[in-house]
């Protein structure tokens, strides 16, 4: 069981998400569990506020270390976290290996950036990983926690149906995937490679690493040379 915690300003903003596919049945399963923080509950003020003006004056707002503290902590005590992580543009590229290393933990924590980022005092002393998304800025971190929790939660042995499907995905052996076909043999004169209706395996499984290789050289040359 994968406990992941949500700490964020905006909690509704990803029940859509939580709410519908794989993630929902994993939770149903008893596998995965996802749970949502609104910071706001931890405001040391009477109107909840959760951000400040920052230091030596600058424009846009920073998360206050208070709450986000306070969350932390009321949290901490109640189980041990294998991680804290934050997503922001800055942090470590998110990756395939990440997503692997992460399903194997018990209980994540993950703190959406939001405004300038949040005081730098709570990623000095709470934090232990940081996470990017992409070298692009979003307007906050729910996004980027949505696209952790979800490669991480089909990772999770039965969350997805096809085991073997999730071991072969783009990435887990460093190439892309081989082009995949289905019925009909033929359409409108395209026809699927013919090695993939021999039936002979061997054959098949040279042909798609054969692919996967080239595409990777095409399309992702950056993959191989990582491997060097
Ligand atoms: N918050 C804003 N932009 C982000 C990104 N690219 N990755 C993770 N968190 C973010």
């Not at 909840?48 to 920073?62: K, L, W």
Request: charged residues 25%.
């Amino acid at each position: 069981m994968t406990r992941i915690d949500i700490l964020t300003l905006f909690p509704n903003m990803m029940n859509m998400f939580f709410e519908e596919s794989i993630i929902k049945r994993a939770q149903k399963k008893g596998l995965a569990e996802v749970v949502f923080h609104d910071l706001h509950d931890y405001s040391l003020t009477r109107y909840g506020s959760v951000d400040d003006y920052p230091y030596g004056g600058s424009a846009g707002m920073v998360m206050a270390v208070e709450p986000v503290a306070n969350c932390i902590e009321k949290l901490q005590q109640e189980r041990q976290y294998d991680e804290v992580i934050y997503t922001a543009p800055d942090g470590e590229m998110f990756s395939q290996p990440i997503a692997n290393e992460l399903s194997l933990r018990q209980n994540l924590m993950v703190l959406c950036g939001h405004y300038k980022g949040v005081d730098e005092r709570i990623r000095e002393h709470f934090v232990t990983q940081e996470i990017s998304i992409g070298d692009y800025v979003l307007t906050g971190g729910e996004l980027a926690a949505a696209v952790i929790c979800d490669a991480v939660i089909r990772l999770i042995p039965g969350v997805i149906g096809d085991e073997q499907s999730a071991l072969s995905d783009s990435f887990q052996d460093g190439l892309v995937a081989p082009p995949e076909y289905t019925r009909p043999p033929e359409f409108r004169g395209w026809k699927v490679p013919e090695v993939l209706l021999s039936g002979n395996h061997a054959k098949i499984e040279q042909w798609r690493y054969e692919q996967a290789v080239a595409r990777t050289r095409e399309r992702r040359p950056g993959l191989l040379r990582d491997e060097e």
